[in-house]
């Protein structure tokens, strides 16, 4: 069984000099994964370059958590038609 590494909120948002209710907003909206063990919240390391980046949106940009949660989905679509055409190259060229 693979064991998953977390970083704890509270170190995460003092790190970005951040809220921990941003971290909280970001889980209501469905864009990042938090765990909670022991009272504490903890974020996955594999999600940690996700929220990041949302961060980046929402801080830098100054885009409301609305407009993030649609950014968000449009690059996922976006990746997942690449992923598939690329798929779908490799398929091609069998046939060639």
Do not use: W
Request: overall charge negative.
């Amino acid at each position: 069984m693979q064991q998953q590494e977390y970083v704890s909120v509270t170190e995460f948002c003092n790190g970005h000099s951040i809220s921990t209710t941003v971290i909280t907003q970001l889980k209501e909206y469905g864009l990042v994964s938090i765990v909670e063990r022991s009272n504490s919240l903890f974020i996955p390391l594999e999600e940690l370059p996700k929220t990041e980046k949302i961060l980046r949106l929402h801080t830098d940009l100054d885009i409301n958590l609305e407009g993030v949660e649609v950014i968000t989905r449009l690059l996922e679509r976006i990746e997942n038609a690449n992923e598939e055409l690329i798929r779908l190259k490799n398929k091609l060229s069998l046939y060639e």
